[in-house]
């Protein structure tokens, strides 16, 4: 099973916007669809509820959380992620401009590991001048992963620019993991990346993501798949296919304790 674990839409009722999702979501078995942060995290949480119910065979949505404003006591982190048909929530802390261990956040991940959701941090892409790069730091998530053993993580975008961070903490703690996100033409970007995992011993804690509209997921795949291929032409060293493989093929769904719904049917 190939699983997208990083695409959004800006706009579920953009017709072209709309096709261009379901057009990538083709190359892959099952993609998360991640939305936005803004203003009204009720609003666009119940869009995009309505958005993935209709695809429900192949999309699993995640809530958008802002722990600072919203409600985040047990019943609150319910209604706004599985009482709406979503499986997980995503946090963007830089943008969004709080510490991952603020007080109002740990008291969200305590609710988020009593439903047994797993919480995405989203802190890559373009930054806008207003967003606060220290808390994107992946070593802030070592205190969240030490006091929620059981909360299913995944560090979004590899953590970048911290991705050397990013590597210690997965491979430190058993349930946090990373979206291996990769520009396919940043060739040597992608060769750092990949060989870095593969140099820590943690190429298992990856997780395949395409980052779509900023990347297509059918691309991705195909540069991680021919990543030795990059550097046939000089002496660099490789990594063995099978573990590129392995994280383009990876049960997802299953590493996160996701139920696939489309396995009822």
């Known amino acids: 099973m190939v699983v997208d674990c990083h695409t959004h839409i800006r706009d579920t009722g953009d017709d072209a916007e709309v096709s261009a999702h379901l057009a990538a979501a083709e190359a892959v078995d099952r993609c998360f669809v991640l939305p936005l942060p803004g ?26 959380v802002d722990p600072v404003r919203d409600g985040v006591d047990a019943e609150d982190v319910r209604s706004a992620t599985v009482g709406l048909g979503l ?76 991705a050397d961070q990013t590597f210690a903490v997965i491979a430190k703690h058993p349930n946090v993991y990373a979206d291996l996100r990769i520009h396919p033409s940043r060739v040597w970007q992608v060769y750092n990346i990949v060989m870095g995992a593969h140099e820590r011993g943690v190429m298992g804690k990856l997780l395949f993501g395409s980052g779509f509209p900023a990347g297509s997921p059918g691309a991705c795949m195909e540069a991680l798949l021919g990543f030795n291929k990059l550097m046939a032409d000089t002496n660099l060293p490789a990594v063995p296919r099978g573990s590129i493989r392995n994280i383009v093929e990876r049960d997802t769904l299953q590493i996160l304790g996701l139920k696939d719904k489309s396995a009822d049917g």
């Open 39 to 64: 203003a009204d995290s009720g609003r666009i949480n119940r869009e995009l509820s309505a958005y993935v119910s209709k695809h429900s065979e192949r999309m699993i949505g995640f809530a958008f």
């Open 87 to 162: 499986a997980g929530a995503v946090l963007y802390c830089c943008e969004c401009g709080f510490h991952p261990a603020h007080s109002r956040a740990i008291r969200f991940y305590e609710a988020a590991q009593e439903l047994g959701i797993p919480v995405f941090f989203h802190n890559g892409g373009r930054l806008g001048r207003e967003a606060v790069l220290g808390y994107a730091q992946p070593f802030l998530l070592d205190e969240v992963a030490g006091r929620f053993g059981d909360l299913k993580i995944v560090i979004g975008d590899l953590g970048r620019p911290f």
